[in-house]
């Protein structure tokens, strides 16, 4: 899926792409979604739907238009112009959080998979004022697991048993467009990335979120990732693999907006999040 509308945006020296829902709203946090590696928008592109429709049962006038959301095709990516250089993970953010100032957004939950978990944490640190809380969805890199081989293993294996023919066709297609030489310029960048001490420093309430059958984001090291935030939980989706929110979008989004709704009522709690 590919949403319309998309426009070219330049900051730090650095292109993108963004795609918008929805204008923000006084008192209501936007959703910016970060994709991961080698991939795009289009794999987060069901979920920003979801997330710019207004729920089911939710009659305020002034939320008939549902939440303001926001998608990148992140330098490089998603058939962006490549950087003349390596990009770091704390560049990546950088360029997201001055993107989004020049939008007017003001406040945001920043909802990251994959490495764009590494993203979403590090705009979490840069920006303070913006991110008013963090999704990591099948967060990497694991720290025991800290090896491209064991990671390229683990995505065939996803690939393999855990995801859909069409999610597959989504994600690999990007990969080709993405293409091997920036992912291999990027690839040590995100090993690099020491995600679990970097969490321990987001004063924002993180949630860790994973498919059931995630053979890269392992449960082991989602829930301790969730046990390193300062207000930190945990939430699954039975039977799902890697790519959760392209194939449990629904779920996912429901999650997301009820854990939301008790970390701003001073709960983290995700009761009711393992599907």
Request: charged share 20%; hydrophobic share 45%; proline share 6%.
């Amino acid at each position: 899926m590919r949403l319309a509308g998309g426009a070219a945006v330049t900051a730090n020296g650095l292109t993108g792409r963004l795609y918008s829902s929805n204008a923000p709203s006084t008192g209501q946090p936007a959703y910016v979604l970060l994709h991961g590696i080698g991939v795009s928008h289009r794999y987060l592109a069901r979920l920003h739907v979801e997330l710019a429709q207004r729920p089911e049962g939710q009659h305020r006038p002034e939320e008939d238009a549902g939440a303001a959301v926001y998608s990148f095709d992140l330098p490089g990516f998603g058939g962006t112009p490549r950087p003349g250089r390596q990009v770091t993970v704390g560049e990546y953010a950088s360029f997201v959080a001055a993107v989004l100032a020049e939008r007017g957004v003001e406040s945001c939950i920043v909802v990251g998979h994959s490495m764009g978990a590494q993203f979403a944490v590090e705009l979490a640190l840069q920006a303070p004022r913006l991110v008013t809380r963090t999704v990591l969805m099948g967060p990497v890199v694991d720290s025991a697991r800290r090896s491209a081989a064991w990671h390229a293993l683990a995505l065939t294996r996803d690939a393999l048993l855990s995801e859909p023919p069409t999610t597959n066709a989504v994600v690999f297609a990007d990969y080709f467009r993405t293409g091997m030489r920036w992912y291999l310029t990027e690839l040590p960048v995100m090993m690099a990335y020491p995600l679990d001490s970097r969490v321990r420093g987001v004063t924002q309430p993180v949630l860790v979120l994973r498919g059931g059958r995630d053979p890269i984001a392992r449960r082991p090291w989602c829930t301790y990732l969730a046990a390193q935030a300062m207000d930190g939980a945990f939430a699954e989706v039975r039977g799902r693999g890697h790519v959760v929110q392209e194939t449990a979008t629904e779920d996912v989004a429901r999650i997301i907006r009820h854990w939301a709704g008790t970390a701003a009522e001073g709960s983290t709690a995700a009761g009711g999040a393992v599907t």
